[in-house]
Structure formats: structure tokens, C-alpha cells
């Protein structure tokens, strides 16, 4: 019998690009793949209907953490404004506690279209987060 792998609780994620650490993030989501399906009614055949994988979809990475004096995604979010934005390979690396690498994703051709701010609310003692939303290419395999 197969012993079942251990489950690791993912405490902080590191985002990347070369040579360049963009910073750390509590909340990752986006993580997926998806294979477009094309169905087909075949003329005659009633029993079942065909369907033909097409392209891959893949959503934008949302990166989340907690406001910090970094500057390194403010920057990268600038020189992604305009017609050609700067497009580089990232990596999302999730973390444990004691800072070891867990799981790594690589991700092709990425470059930031939304950041989002803090909203401040002087009535409530939240923590003050802000959020990178990264479109990309595809999950580079590693």
C-alpha cells in the first residue's frame, strides 16, 4: 500500500525574476491550467459526443500580502505601463517556516496589469495589504 505524501502547510511565498527577489507574499492564487475543450456532434452517432482538447487557458497569478518599504514591485509595475511592458520569466516559490524551499512555478513571459492598494478605514485595525495581479504565458516546467 501507497503511503500517502505529507501535506506541507505553505507559510509565505517568494516572487522572483532574474536576479531580482520582487518580495514576499502571504495569499497565492491563480494556479492553474485549464485545457479548452472543443465538442463535436458527430451526424449518426447519438451515444456520445466528441470532445477535442484545444488550447490551455491560464489566469492571472493574484499575489497578497501585507503593505512593506519595498520598492522592487512598485518598479516593476511601472515599466509595465504602456504598448510594450517589460515581460520576464517569475518564479513563485512557497516557503516554510524555516525558510526551505517547498514547491517551486516558473511562469513564462510575465508582466504585471493591476496592483491595488490598502484601503484605509481609521473605524477598523485590519492590516494594511496591498495585491499584484501578473499575467502571463504559461507554467514553465522546472
Known amino acids: 500500500m501507497a503511503v500517502a505524501p505529507e501535506i506541507v502547510p505553505g507559510i509565505y511565498f517568494e516572487l ?8 514576499y507574499f502571504t495569499e497565492v492564487s491563480g494556479l492553474s491550467a485549464e485545457v479548452e475543450v472543443f465538442t463535436y456532434n458527430e451526424g449518426g ?10 488550447r490551455v487557458k491560464y489566469p492571472s497569478l493574484v499575489m497578497k500580502r501585507g503593505i512593506t518599504s ?3 514591485l512598485q518598479q516593476w509595475f511601472g515599466k509595465s505601463v504602456g504598448p510594450s511592458p517589460q515581460r520576464v520569466d517569475v518564479t513563485v516559490t512557497m516557503m516554510n517556516e524555516v525558510q526551505e524551499r517547498l ?15 490598502p484601503q484605509f ?5 485590519a492590516v494594511a495589504t496591498e495585491a499584484l ?9 522546472t
Open 133 to 141: 495581479e501578473i499575467a502571463h504565458d504559461g507554467i514553465k516546467t
Open 121 to 125: 478605514n481609521v473605524g477598523q485595525s
Open 103 to 117: 514547491r517551486t512555478w516558473a511562469f513564462a513571459n510575465a508582466y504585471p496589469v493591476k496592483w491595488t492598494g
Open 16 to 23: 522572483t525574476m532574474p536576479g531580482i527577489s520582487i518580495g
Open 45 to 54: 452517432n447519438n451515444s456520445f459526443v466528441h470532445k477535442l482538447p484545444t
Open 70 to 72: 519595498e520598492a522592487a
